[in-house]
């Protein structure tokens, strides 16, 4: 058996990458050897040993591309420890933190297949002024819980870290 660490992720405005690399370094920081790649791109996970995902919630779901990734990986995933993070709330907000751990569970809850060592729900960014087509529509509709959101960025550095060093000794 190998020893190598995949560490993915799904990503529209890199938030998410930033806390894959975040990972992977901290576990490469452990003696851990690790490639980080985005879900979308994985052709194969035969060369690792390990899996970890990372996917932000879009609309009350994982980002399509880390369903995809995990729909097409579903027979290698069996044979492969994982361990999967979510990117949520951009804000210190018990209601909005409570409504997306729901999400989280429930997303988690469809797959029972998938059995992650690890799961975390991580803080989120969000920065309205680079919201591309039609996410940026939603900023304009005084419906939508986006319209008037200011930039924010809830990613909790240390909690992301100590997490990904828990990591290391699970995955080897
Ligand atoms: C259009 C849109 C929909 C979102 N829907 C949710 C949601 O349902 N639940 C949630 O907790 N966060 C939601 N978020 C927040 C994102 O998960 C958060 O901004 C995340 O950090 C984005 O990751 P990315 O930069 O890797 O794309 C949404 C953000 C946008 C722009």
Not at 46 to 74: C, N, T, W
Not at 104 to 112: H, R, V
């Amino acid at each position: 058996m190998n020893d190598k660490i995949l560490v993915t992720y799904a990503s529209k405005y890199g938030s998410t990458q930033e806390v894959a690399e975040a990972v992977a370094k901290t576990l490469r920081e452990k003696g851990l050897n690790v490639e980080l790649q985005r879900a979308a791109k994985v052709q194969t996970i035969e060369p690792y040993s390990a899996v970890v995902l990372g996917a932000p919630m879009y609309i009350g779901h994982f980002h399509g591309d880390a369903r995809k990734f995990l729909a097409r990986h579903q027979t290698a995933l069996a044979t492969h420890k994982t361990a999967f993070f979510a990117l949520g709330p951009t804000e210190d907000n018990e209601k909005d933190w409570i409504e997306t751990r729901k999400q989280f569970d429930q997303e988690l809850a469809n797959m029972p297949w998938f059995n992650p060592l690890a799961r975390e729900l991580f803080g989120g960014k969000m920065d309205p002024a680079r919201f591309r087509f039609p996410d940026n529509l939603l900023t304009l509709l005084p419906a939508s819980p986006l319209h008037n959101m200011p930039a924010s960025d809830a990613r909790n550095w240390d909690k992301i870290r100590a997490w990904a060093e828990g990591l290391a000794e699970q995955l080897i």
